[in-house]
């Protein structure tokens, strides 16, 4: 009943987000880039790795009434990979202490529940003081109303590293405007981008 309860609060948490799409002003400063990730399993994740790619950063969490988006993330992953996408679940417990397993039962039920086979980092901060600095920029780069309000918030970055766009919780891995911007980006990527990618599977 707790956990339902819980889920509840979330949808209409997310349902009163002010904004579900923002994008980025034109005049940025640093790059995405500039940032790393500590990966589920304790290596390092930097975000200049996938240099020359788009990339989907988006806040997760296991007990969330959103939870089931992993579903929608892994069919964008699968769709546009070979095409320059990258998707990176990034497990935080900052909202409504929903993500409460530690990294190793994480990837167990990632994997387990809905076959996720894209990039996952530890449990990480993604709001207030102690957020990750990505997170920071981001909030600096799109404004507050851009910041996470609940899991499963979406960062679209582009090739170079600039952030494209924010969406909110309520747009679903499955939502027109985000396929949109997405393929937007992937236009964009070099046209050895999608040669390279296959080259990698």
Same mark, same amino acid.
């Given at each position: +009943?707790?956990?339902?309860? /819980?889920?509840?609060?979330?949808?209409? !948490?997310?349902?009163?987000?002010?904004?579900?799409?923002?994008?980025?002003? $034109?005049?940025?400063?640093?790059?995405?880039?500039?940032?790393?990730?500590? $990966?589920?399993?304790?290596?390092?994740?930097?975000?200049?790795? *996938?240099?020359?790619?788009?990339v989907?950063? !988006?806040?997760?969490?296991?007990?969330?009434?959103?939870?089931r988006?992993? #579903?929608?993330?892994?069919?964008?992953?699968?769709? *546009?990979?070979?095409?320059?996408?990258?998707?990176?679940?990034?497990?935080?417990?900052?909202?409504?202490?929903?993500?409460? @397993?530690?990294?190793? =039962?994480?990837?167990?039920?990632?994997?387990?529940?809905?076959?996720?086979?894209?990039?996952?980092? /530890? @449990?990480?901060?993604?709001?207030?003081p102690?957020?990750?600095?990505?997170?920071?920029?981001?909030? #600096? +780069?799109?404004? =507050?109303?851009?910041?996470?309000?609940?899991?499963?918030?979406?960062?679209?970055?582009?090739?170079?590293?600039k952030? !494209?766009?924010?969406?909110?919780? +309520?747009?679903?891995?499955?939502?027109? #405007?985000?396929?949109?911007?997405?393929?937007? #980006?992937?236009?964009?990527?070099?046209?050895?981008?999608?040669?390279?990618?296959? /080259?990698?599977?």
């Amino acid at each position: +009943m707790l956990r339902k309860a /819980a889920q509840a609060v979330g949808a209409m !948490v997310a349902v009163a987000a002010a904004s579900q799409v923002v994008l980025a002003d $034109a005049k940025q400063t640093g790059s995405a880039h500039d940032f790393s990730f500590t $990966a589920i399993d304790g290596k390092d994740l930097p975000l200049n790795a *996938f240099a020359g790619k788009a990339v989907l950063v !988006v806040n997760t969490a296991s007990l969330c009434g959103f939870t089931r988006q992993y #579903e929608g993330l892994q069919s964008l992953w699968s769709r *546009f990979q070979d095409r320059g996408l990258v998707v990176v679940g990034v497990p935080s417990n900052d909202f409504g202490g929903q993500e409460p @397993k530690s990294e190793s =039962e994480i990837a167990n039920f990632c994997k387990g529940a809905f076959g996720v086979t894209f990039p996952l980092t /530890a @449990k990480t901060n993604v709001r207030g003081p102690g957020a990750h600095p990505f997170y920071a920029w981001a909030k #600096e +780069m799109l404004g =507050e109303d851009a910041a996470p309000r609940w899991n499963f918030h979406k960062y679209l970055i582009a090739g170079d590293g600039k952030l !494209v766009a924010g969406f909110s919780t +309520m747009v679903a891995p499955s939502a027109v #405007e985000l396929k949109t911007a997405i393929e937007a #980006e992937l236009k964009k990527l070099p046209k050895q981008s999608a040669a390279l990618n296959q /080259a990698d599977q």
